[in-house]
């Protein structure tokens, strides 16, 4: 504190130094309270300007205090995250075919490569018209991939297969990939391309489902006029929504109405 020689005519000068205040906290409480204080010109103010000190010195803690619990939380939340999706990457492993109506804008496009190497997914990516996107990795991984590419404008987008295997413990993840970790696109005449990279990593079958061609237990095949139980593993869903879920069960065949 500060009392000039014409105090109280004149208002005290009241200065706070704060080593772990930021210099902006620092400037904005000594600024209030110089303000508190030149309201009190020709009066008496030096009790009111101690408890105007530590009222916001009270406040600046607090603060700070809330700063500290919602990082806390942040940081929680985050390691809650993360160890989910260990735990997923431990536990199942989950792959996609993505049929479009077409892909062809460019920053859709760039969303589709973009999206799968952040969330570790490998795949490939068929574009023009129709569009393909086939992917593997952790499967709430590839839950969360649909999710986003479903939240864009497509005129049409519909998961045609879908495969999740568990990952038997002590073996990691990694290794049962079928699909090379990374991520290319195929232009779009690259469909007999997408075809050939499917086959020679094993998820041929899941391909099919493309063009919705599904595959029964000996490799029989079944096709669009047919709805059945698949003996395989590899789950589908047709254009109106409809899920169908492998089984090991006995085939069963069925036109639809």
């Known amino acids: 504190f500060e009392l000039p020689k014409r105090y109280p005519d004149e208002p005290t000068t009241c200065r706070v130094e704060w080593d772990t205040c930021t210099r902006a906290e620092l400037q904005s409480i000594n600024a209030m309270l110089q303000q508190y204080a030149d309201s009190f010109a020709g009066e008496e103010s030096s009790l009111q300007m101690i408890e105007k000190c530590e009222e916001l010195l009270q406040e600046v803690l607090r603060g700070k205090e809330q700063e500290e619990e919602e990082d806390a939380l942040l940081q929680e939340e985050t390691a809650q995250m993360l160890a989910a999706i260990e735990i997923s990457k431990r536990t199942k492993i989950g792959r996609r075919l993505i049929y479009f109506h077409h892909i062809i804008n460019e920053t859709k496009r760039q969303c589709v490569v973009d999206w799968a190497v952040q969330l570790q997914l490998g795949g490939y990516s068929k574009i023009g018209w129709p569009g393909v996107v086939i992917v593997e990795g952790p499967e ?98 047709d254009d109106c929504g409809e899920k169908h879920e492998g089984t090991t069960g006995k085939l069963k065949t069925g036109k639809k109405k």
């Open 140 to 237: 709430t991984h590839c839950q969360e991939y649909v999710r986003c590419l479903q939240r864009l404008r497509w005129q049409q987008i519909v998961v045609r297969g879908e495969e999740i295997d568990e990952v038997p413990e002590g073996v990691d993840l990694d290794e049962m990939r079928k699909l090379p970790l990374g991520f290319e696109e195929f232009g779009t005449n690259g469909m007999s391309i997408l075809a050939e990279r499917c086959r020679e990593a094993g998820a041929e079958e899941l391909f099919l489902t493309a063009m919705k061609i599904y595959k029964n237990k000996v490799g029989s095949e079944r096709f669009p006029g047919e709805i059945e139980t698949l003996t395989t593993g590899t789950r589908f869903q």
